[in-house]
RNA sequence: GGAGGAGUGCCCGAGUGGCUAAAGGGGACGGACUGUAAAUCCGUUGGCUAAGCCUACGUUGGUUCGAAUCCAACCUCCUCCA
């Protein structure tokens, strides 16, 4: 891999604050010249960069990692840039994905980057000198196609471009991958050099599946001269196995639009006994004295920590005062007094008028995808209506059900609860 | 350019004319047990205005009373030959 060279991080004490406690927090995957960039970190504050696809409107809990290690660097005193690929979502990052992403318009793509940009501006001081969001489309969309392959296609070989893991999983799975996602690395790469160009960013932070694009943006780099670094954190996953941040509801989103604070706040109040150190150190301020204090909980006093961790993350992501308040939802809703706290989901009242259905109410809710899938939970006696066991499928609400004067106790097995108001 | 093989549900993977909404496994969800944990056991796992109907086995057509299964063309991949 040229002079690129990789460290793994057992031995190495860098003496940088920031670089240690990455390492300490367990956000450290791989890096390029871990020596010379804590020696760069040490001289003074450095500029570094994570990127983002565009291809929603709104970031998902596997985005947290890059954003909150991106976070102890700005705490830390370097300068965080938030990529976001206006340009490069309009070819869609092939790696370790055995189909083509779609191709989206700039309508999308606007609309996704000001869904993104607010999660993004919550977890950061942007303002001026302190750090920044950057859209790639500034310099991508400028290029013209011989300019590019003289300026920049030279320094790539397709010898070399072929023996990444990505394009090769891609190839060995058999499945087609264009020339237009095969050039995704390059755009990769000359992005992290136009930020070392624009802004003296040295650094890029990305997960352990953008490694081949990382190091593709070193060596670029180098080529013109620049002593560019990269770091990667872990893939992480579940004490059980499995890839974090899925549910069955699909993924777990940031932006309160697409998942309510409270279904937020429960994801991680749900996380397994043996995750929950490890998430704390990655996913809240929490100090590491008082992570390993909560650690040390046995048997059920755990549920102190996973609520402690639930109202950490929650705070981040969406602030202080609904995480306050998500935490109240879950006490209400868990303990049973309805009354006094806020609703976890709003219903005009007209919906009661007209006698919403049981099916109807958990498809609104996002405790089911479908009609049909409701209808199974209701079957396998999943459901309660406050705190009533409900059977019968074709069950409607109506006012008889409601207490407290608008409110509406949902349960779909023992974790996923609603408080519903109609107003 | 020629010959042969492959493309299945969220993933892996059986199936080779009706008994197939499609075996099995994984994952996920639900139930029991618990602590809104783990492990274990049991169940569920395309949609709908639901004992009925609709959509699905790379794409588009065709054969047939009937196709994931047969035929043709196309797309993509693999192997061998040139």
């Given at each position: 891999m040229n002079q690129t060279v990789v460290n793994t991080t057992n031995a190495f004490r860098p003496k940088s604050e920031a670089l240690q406690l990455l390492i300490d927090r367990g956000f450290m995957h791989q890096t390029t010249d871990l020596e010379a960039l804590d020696a760069k970190m040490v001289e003074g504050p450095i500029t570094a960069y994570a990127g983002f696809d565009a291809t929603a409107d709104s970031l998902h809990v596997g985005h947290l990692l890059p954003l909150m290690a991106m976070r102890w660097m700005q705490k830390l005193g370097h300068k965080p840039i938030l990529l976001v690929g206006g340009g490069t979502t309009r070819i869609g990052?092939?790696?370790?994905?055995?189909e083509s992403r779609p191709m989206l318009d700039d309508t999308q793509i606007a609309h996704n980057l000001a869904g993104i940009s607010k999660t993004v501006e919550r977890l950061f001081d942007l303002s001026e000198g302190e750090g920044r969001i950057v859209n790639n489309a500034e310099w991508l969309d400028e290029f013209r196609f011989l300019e590019f392959l003289r300026d920049f296609g030279s320094n790539f070989t397709v010898n070399r471009m072929l023996t990444f893991d990505s394009v090769r999983s891609r190839l060995e799975a058999q499945q087609p991958l264009t020339v237009l996602e095969f050039c995704y690395m390059m755009l990769q790469a000359v992005d992290f050099v136009e930020l070392s160009k624009r802004f003296d960013c040295s650094l890029q932070i990305g997960g352990s599946d953008q490694w081949g694009n990382i190091v593709n943006g070193v060596d670029l780099g180098r080529r013109a001269g620049k002593q560019l670094f990269g770091l990667t954190l872990p893939l992480l996953t579940t004490a059980g196995g499995s890839k974090m941040g899925k549910t069955a509801q699909g993924a777990v989103w940031l932006n309160s639009d697409r998942l309510t604070v409270f279904g937020f706040w429960q994801f991680w109040r749900n996380t397994a006994d043996a995750d929950v150190a490890r998430f704390m150190k990655l996913?809240?301020?929490?100090?590491l004295s008082e992570i390993n204090r909560l650690a040390e909980l046995k048997g059920a006093e755990m549920n102190e920590a996973k609520k402690i961790l639930a109202t950490q993350v929650t705070g981040i992501v969406h602030g202080l005062d609904a995480a306050q308040s998500a935490m109240e939802q879950g006490e209400a809703l868990f303990a049973g007094n309805v009354e006094s706290s806020e609703p976890t989901h709003v219903m005009p009242l007209a919906r009661l008028a007209t006698r919403i259905g049981l099916l109807e109410l958990m498809v609104d809710t996002g405790f089911a995808n479908s009609n049909s899938e409701a209808r199974r939970l209701v079957r396998s006696g999943a459901v309660r209506i406050n705190n009533t066991l409900v059977m019968e499928e074709d069950r409607a609400i109506s006012e008889?059900?409601?207490?407290?004067?608008?409110r509406l106790v949902i349960a779909v097995g023992k974790r996923r609860k609603a408080l519903i108001a109609f107003k």
């Open positions: 990052d092939p790696s370790f994905r055995t996913f809240t301020d929490l100090p008889g059900d409601i207490s407290a004067g608008d």
